[in-house]
């Protein structure tokens, strides 16, 4: 069954063009409610843990650094239906290839440095969301 919360990072491209704003102001129109949040850097323990189901793949050394590379927001949202809507508000991991009017699209530089974060099932949902924070930064 479809749980109703799913984590995001706004990512250290987003945060240093000055779309932290923007991005949140899309999240909230789409009717997302922030439960938590943090703005913070990751260490390359924590972005190597967080990724290691990539740690296969030929760009995982390079998203690692990336995501250390400057701040993030890390946050908690939640929604019917939270993270299949999440995923459509971002769009495609590539934003040559992401739907008009999704973050991914406006915001995002490339399919590496694009913008957002958004878990893809509720079980992965769970496990960022306890990964950045602790149940007393969590409200209600
Ligand atoms: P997702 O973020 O849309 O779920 P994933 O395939 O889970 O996409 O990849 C995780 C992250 O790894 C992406 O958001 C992106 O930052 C980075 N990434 C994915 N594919 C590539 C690539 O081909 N080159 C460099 N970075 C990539
Ligand atoms: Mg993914």
Known sequence: MATNRTFT???????????????????????FDIKAMKFTQLTEEQAKKF???HKERPFYQELVDYMISGPIVAAILE??????????????????????GTIRKK?????????????????NAKIEGDFHFSSDEVIG
């Open 9 to 31: 990072m706004i990512k250290p491209d987003a945060v240093e063009s000055g779309n932290i704003g923007n991005i949140l102001q899309m999240i909230t129109d789409a009717g």
């Open 79 to 100: 929604k019917d239906n939270a993270v299949a809507d999440f995923r459509s508000l971002i769009g495609a991991t590539d934003p040559t290839e992401a739907e008009e």
């Open 107 to 123: 915001y995002a530089e490339s399919k590496a440095k694009n913008a957002v974060h958004g878990s893809d099932s509720d079980e």
């Open 51 to 53: 990724y290691e189901v």
